[in-house]
């Protein structure tokens, strides 16, 4: 689909966030349930707001408020 994607790189990055981000964590555990070679267009994951655990923060699980999404450049000249 990308040609131009670097997978070691996105490999990289998808175990940085793992490590230091719990929500990640979740939707990555998520995403592993998924059969090997399986074609990930045959599933979705869905948010459900009424549904969160009692136990955890009341915002936690909240369902997305925005479509953006914000990416993190280390060493780069983005004065441009």
Known sequence: MFPNL???LVESL????IEINSY???FKTALQY???N??????KIVI??????SAEHRGRHNE???DEVSVLLVNQDCDK
């Open 34 to 36: 998924f059969p090997p």
């Open 24 to 26: 990640i964590r979740e």
């Open 6 to 8: 670097n997978p070691m």
């Open 38 to 43: 399986s074609n990930e267009n045959d599933y």
């Open 14 to 17: 998808q175990s940085m966030l």
């Open 48 to 53: 459900n707001a009424d549904r969160r655990p």
């Open 64 to 66: 997305p408020t925005t």
